[in-house]
């Protein structure tokens, strides 16, 4: 079984950073490829990046590019996102998410950690 727990969201100014962490334990994190994903309210939940299990390959939303980056730390099994230029409709529940299959379904989910930005 795969634990994923989040940490690091907050409340921040538009134009603001913040980093988000996935600590994955049970197994280690180079045996899933991750991503990060978010829902807002009364929105459906959305992808925002993924990386695959050696960090070469990553995708991002439209809506996120160039703002957002998404790495890990095999060594250290953590899975990171790094947004920058924060907008208020970044507003939303951050979740990592864990699975064996790149493009497939999601296998392990965290819990989530909420992400506000002001305007």
């Known amino acids: 079984q795969l634990q994923l727990v989040e940490s690091g969201g907050g409340l921040v100014q538009a134009g603001g950073s913040l980093r988000l962490s996935c600590a994955v334990s049970?197994?280690?994190?180079?045996?899933?490829?991750m991503g990060w994903f978010r829902q807002a309210p009364g929105k459906e939940r959305e992808i925002v990046a993924r990386i695959s299990r050696s960090g070469t390959t990553t995708d991002y939303a439209d809506s996120v590019k160039g703002r957002f980056t998404i790495s890990r730390d095999n060594a250290k099994n953590t899975v990171y996102l790094q947004m920058n230029s924060l907008k208020p409709e970044d507003t939303a529940a951050y979740y990592c998410?864990?699975?064996?299959?790149?493009?497939?379904?999601?296998?392990?989910w965290g819990q989530g950690t909420q992400v506000t930005v002001s305007s």
């Open positions: 998410a864990a699975g064996l299959y790149y493009s497939g379904p999601t296998d392990y």
């Open positions: 049970g197994r280690a994190a180079s045996t899933y490829h």
